[in-house]
């Protein structure tokens, strides 16, 4: 008996001692996977505000490329930017122009990524009268042949827009929306025929009566102080020609006419008293992915023509009239307080606005970039 019952306490007692350990193994685990857990979900965090980090460096500076093992109190975060044409992380090309973001968040020896690909505002930090195509005061004719689309970016609707009037006929085509203040002249029964915007998510009609908008007063001697470069009468430009960089371009101030053509390096704008001529190519050895190198401001008017076809690389903003004479093709945009003429057979492509060549003069909001994938 006296055995029997050793026995039994042996036993009860390798099997608490068992049991113990079993509870005590269990709870390790549990500790350590809620460990791993928090960990994972504080990485996976660190990694969402990687994303978050990113966009707020690219609204400033589209050139940021990231950074590796950036430390934060609960981790590590590192951050690449490349750029891209696809909507997907290692996508098909689909032409348009975005940032893929890969954000790493590292946190007590757990990573999580975050992969996610920007499409890029086409106005950001521009003022609105700079987010069209075209835009003027006056009355405005789009006539026979003439084309205004997208500089090779699906992304972009080059919208045309009028405080007037807007006629149309012939076989003109506008990739992009039309708007105006007053009438559509004539009214055509399908104006599909004429405005196709690449980009309509909201079903708009593509042509369309809207507000007037403020295209405002224009004094190029308003702005001396701020220029780097001043020429008191007349300038010519042609050949090679240094500007500024894209944060802080070059402005130069003409008190006279300017006419201008050649080959440029860098950012600037030019604000003119008088009359911009542009007499043949302005072409740049790197342009701008997302906008322009150039900005063409005329206190009085802008004539972009000659006897042969030449392209106009710029932003443009006239006092007055703007005139296309000729085969000109304007990559970039037009914007004029008076009227735009477009004699010829002109093709304009649309580029958006360059926020750094406007900020000198106006201020317009800034837009984020918008997240169209996102992968973990």
């Excluded at 007053?182 to 708009?204: A, E, H, V």
């Excluded at 008190?255 to 043949?280: A, C, K, Q, R």
């Amino acid at each position: 008996m006296g055995r029997m019952l050793l026995l039994v306490t042996v036993l009860m007692t390798g099997l608490i001692g068992m049991t113990s350990f079993n509870i005590s193994n269990s709870n390790v685990r549990m500790i350590k996977n809620s460990h791993t857990e928090y960990s994972r979900v504080q990485a996976k965090n660190l990694a969402q505000s990687g994303v978050d980090w990113a966009i707020r460096k690219i609204m400033n500076d589209t050139t940021w490329y990231g950074e590796k093992n950036f430390t934060v109190p609960t981790g590590k975060i590192s951050v690449l930017v490349t750029n891209t044409s696809s909507r997907y992380p290692d996508g098909p090309d689909m032409n348009e122009y975005g940032k893929r973001i890969q954000s790493y968040g590292y946190a007590d020896g757990q990573y999580v990524l975050v992969d996610v690909v920007v499409q890029m505002p086409a106005a950001s930090g521009v003022p609105n009268f700079f987010k069209y195509a075209l835009a003027a005061e006056q009355t405005l004719s789009l006539g026979g042949d003439i084309q205004v689309v997208d500089d090779g970016n699906s992304s972009w609707n080059a919208d045309v827009h009028t405080n007037q009037d807007l006629e149309i006929s012939g076989s003109s085509l506008v990739k992009g929306f039309g708007t105006y203040n007053g009438i559509l002249d004539p009214r055509p029964n399908k104006p599909t025929r004429f405005f196709q915007p690449n980009s309509n998510p909201y079903n708009l009609q593509v042509a369309r009566q809207v507000d007037k908008i403020d295209i405002p007063e224009f004094d190029p001697s308003d702005y001396i102080a701020a220029a780097n470069r001043v020429t008191w009468g007349n300038l010519s430009i042609s050949g090679s020609t240094t500007l500024g960089s894209k944060e802080a371009p070059l402005i130069w101030y003409v008190s006279g006419n300017l006419t201008i053509h050649g080959d440029f390096t860098g950012y600037g704008v030019f604000i003119v008293d008088g009359t911009i001529t542009v007499s043949g190519n302005t072409t740049f050895n790197s342009l701008d992915p997302l906008g322009n190198n150039l900005g063409l401001y005329s206190g009085t008017r802008v004539v972009l023509g000659g006897n042969t076809n030449f392209i106009v690389q710029a932003q443009i903003l006239s006092a007055g009239d703007i005139t296309f004479q000729g085969n000109v093709e304007l990559h970039g945009l037009a914007t004029s307080r008076g009227s735009i003429s477009l004699g010829g057979v002109p093709k304009v492509y649309y580029r958006p606005a360059t926020e750094s060549l406007c900020t000198p003069f106006w201020k317009g909001e800034k837009i984020k970039p918008m997240i169209i994938s996102y992968y973990q």
